[in-house]
Each structure stands twice: as structure tokens, then as C-alpha cells.
């Protein structure tokens, strides 16, 4: 990585401080207002948390979910993968390309909350309203829940794509990335219509730079 390319992301990481501090009271809001129709999906939440607790942690299942988003990263900014290994003592994707998104990509998406999104869509394409909405609430959150606890969980561990990324870019990247990825799935659990939130959510954005401004001038 180039001492310029290294500059701009360093100075890019701490431009999205600010972004990082806005969004919080901004998603509180909506979580705050929406929590009765997105119930389901905190319960999904707190019963995923539950069985953490008792349950050994399914490594192999992330792992796998972790490698899988780093090889559709690969082909979505144009690479090609050429090796894939998952297991309990880690994984590894080799490939023909290599950025920040690729890298920074499974601590961003969450796999499985993904494909419990396409698994309705495609219900939908058949019955009309899909039955079963709170179900689809609930495996959203239990889903999300899984993702935040592994992706905390080795983050805490010290992992290289974060390194590769930049550490400085990529905290806040992954605090904004996670917490509008949150708010999205919240308001799909609720039937909220999209822009609604993501007005709300960039609004507070906007008024924590404009606090700043101020605070300069």
C-alpha cells in the first residue's frame, strides 16, 4: 500500500468519527419509536444471545458465512477466486483481487440475515403476502445477532483483513457500515418504508458535522 493511499485513509477514518457519532441518537430514535412492530425481531435477538450462553459457540457456521462474503466480494469488484478453505481452525479465500471492501466485507454484511432476506423475497414471488411475518422478524434478528457477536468476537482476536484495510479506516467504517445495516434490517422486520429511516439516519450525520462546524468556527 502507497504512503499516499495510506494518508487518504488514515484522513478518511477520522472524517467518519463525526458520522459515527451522529448516527447513534439517529438509529436510537427509530429503534425507540419502531420497538412494538419490530419486537420479533429483538426476540430473535435476545434468544440467539440466550443460547450463546449456553451453547458452544458455532464456529465452522461462521467461519464458513466469513469466507463465503469475502468470495462474492472478490467476484463483485471483478476478481476471480481461485482457492477456498473453511473450517474450526480458521479459513482463507485466495483470489486474483484484493481491497478494502473485500476484506472489511463479512464484518460488514451479514451473510445469513442476506439470505434470510432472499429466502422471503422468493416466498413472496409465490404467496402473496408470504405468511409468517414475525417469524421473518425473528430469524432477522437472531441472524443479526450472530453476526455482531462473531465479528466482535474477532475483531477482539486481532484479524489481519483489518490490518490489510487499515485500522484507523476501518473502525469507523465497520461502527457506520453496522449500525445502517441494523437500522435496514429493523426496518425491513417492520415494514417500514425504507427512506424513512435512512432519512432519519443521515440526518444525524449531517447535524454531527454541522455541530462540529460550529464548534470551529
Not at 472489511?104 to 454484511?109: G, R, S
Not at 490490518?163 to 417500514?192: C, D, K
Amino acid at each position: 500500500m502507497s504512503l499516499l493511499l495510506k494518508t487518504v485513509k488514515i484522513l478518511v477514518g477520522l472524517a467518519l468519527v463525526p458520522a459515527c457519532w451522529g448516527a447513534v441518537p439517529a438509529a436510537w430514535d427509530f429503534f425507540r419509536e419502531s420497538f412494538g412492530a419490530s419486537l420479533p425481531f429483538w426476540i430473535g435477538v435476545l434468544t440467539y444471545l440466550l443460547l450463546l450462553a449456553i451453547f458452544q459457540q458455532p464456529i465452522r457456521t461462521y467461519v464458513f458465512g466469513h469466507e463465503l462474503t469475502h468470495a462474492v466480494w472478490v467476484y463483485l469488484c471483478g476478481g476471480r477466486v481461485e482457492g477456498f478453505r473453511s473450517g474450526v481452525r480458521g479459513g482463507k479465500v485466495r483470489a486474483t483481487r484484493a481491497n478494502a471492501l473485500i476484506f472489511l466485507a463479512p464484518y460488514l454484511f451479514p451473510v445469513y440475515s442476506i439470505l434470510v432476506v432472499i429466502a422471503w423475497v422468493i416466498l413472496g414471488s409465490f404467496v402473496t403476502p408470504p405468511p409468517g411475518r414475525e417469524i421473518f422478524s425473528g430469524l432477522l434478528g437472531f441472524s443479526w445477532a450472530f453476526h455482531l457477536t462473531f465479528t466482535i468476537f474477532f475483531l477482539v482476536q486481532g484479524q489481519p483483513d483489518l490490518a490489510a484495510a487499515g485500522r484507523i479506516f476501518s473502525l469507523p467504517l465497520l461502527w457506520l457500515g453496522n449500525l445502517a445495516v441494523l437500522v435496514l434490517l429493523v426496518a425491513l422486520a417492520t415494514e417500514a418504508t425504507p427512506p424513512d429511516p435512512a432519512r432519519t439516519f443521515l440526518e444525524g450525520i449531517a447535524g454531527a458535522y454541522r455541530e462540529l462546524w460550529g464548534m470551529i468556527r
